[in-house]
């Protein structure tokens, strides 16, 4: 009789699967807060008249394995980012609206805006990082023996 027989070392191919998926979460997780800091280094250089708040506000969370989630929970982000359709103002609390250009006051009781033209820093800054972000992860496994 001939015999071949093959066998597995389950213990070593788990351990190295679980240092693979490890790598992998952590190279998600890393990934996540390289592209927080790209949106944030966008809307720096984005032309603007404030951005501070909305700049401070971008956050990554990684509390979930395998995932990264990029956000803010300033209320006019989603304006800046995806812009806004022409639309009337009116004042909310005051009689008028009041603004100053060139030092010469203006006032209305209301008026037509023409809105707000998009952004995008989160998805520019995602779609433009796209390939970076899938070969940093990749490498981040690969690197795993």
Known sequence: MIKIIIKSDIKGMIDKI???LEALNQGVHDAGLMLEVAIVDDIANYPSVDTGRFMGSV???ISK???SMIYTNVEYAKFLEYGTSPHFI???TAKALAWQVNGKWFFSKGHMVSGIKPRWHFRNTSLRMKQQIIDFIENKVK???
Do not use: L, N, W
């Open 65 to 67: 394995p395998f995932q």
């Open 18 to 20: 679980d240092r693979k």
């Open 143 to 145: 690197a795993v023996e």
């Open 90 to 92: 009116s004042p909310k």
């Open 59 to 61: 956050q990554t969370d």
